[in-house]
């Protein structure tokens, strides 16, 4: 059965693929799944229908068959673990690739969306300088953790898995806040990532979405 995912009709970002459900569709385009999207509107996404699949009204969301599930990390995990191609072979290998998507998720991602949030919040208070100072802080501190643990490795534990998947996409999110050029192993890894065949087609496919909600 052919899986359906949600997706913006009119993403926020204009097609720069920043939406959680670019992380899906990237997901799917690398294990080889074909799927459907269906599209929804700010409005839909607060209504009951979509309610039913996403009880924060938000998406991506994922059904197949009787099989119904929320939170891009849940659907990236359920798709790595039901397909070949996002986890290692060994049960000790999967434990690492996992974990290291939990800490994209949990260790890296908060500190980014939160200055991202504090712009659109904050800006017009009169200490939003020195809270956009001290967020940099924290997430260059976070970012240095990540770069000394990646080295000079192509990727964070081996062969590409579900843990890079994930965390090249939070890493995404951190363009627009000037601490990820800190670290060029890290920005050259957020490459690597981008460069994929499944990255390239995933994008291209929300881009085209994009494209046709500015026409």
Not at 25 to 37: H, I, S, T
Not at 68 to 76: K, N, P, T
Not at 117 to 145: K, N, T, V
């Amino acid at each position: 059965m052919t899986p359906t995912i949600t997706a913006f009709e009119n993403s926020p970002d204009g097609g720069q693929g920043l939406a959680r459900d670019m992380r899906v569709r990237w997901a799917l385009e690398e294990v080889g799944q074909p799927y459907d999207v269906r599209l929804v509107s700010f409005k839909s996404m607060k209504e009951a229908p979509h309610l039913k699949r996403h009880p924060f009204g938000q998406i991506p969301t994922y059904e197949e068959g009787n099989l119904m599930l929320f939170e891009s990390g849940a659907i990236v995990l359920h798709l790595a673990q039901h397909h070949d191609g996002l986890l290692p072979p060994d049960e000790a290998g999967q434990g690492r690739a996992i974990s290291w998507l939990f800490a994209a998720l949990n260790s890296v991602e908060p500190l980014i969306v939160e200055r991202e949030q504090s712009w659109f919040i904050e800006r017009d208070y009169p200490w939003y300088a020195e809270r956009i100072a001290l967020l940099d802080e924290r997430i260059l501190a976070r970012l240095g953790e990540l770069s000394r643990r990646l080295g000079k490795a192509e990727w964070l534990d081996g062969e590409f898995s579900v843990g890079d998947l994930m965390m090249v996409m939070v890493l995404r999110r951190a363009e627009d806040t000037n601490t990820l050029e800190h670290y060029p192993n890290l920005m050259a890894y957020k490459l690597r990532g981008e460069a994929r065949p499944a990255y390239q087609r995933a994008f291209a496919a929300q881009l085209e979405v994009a494209k046709a909600a500015g026409r």
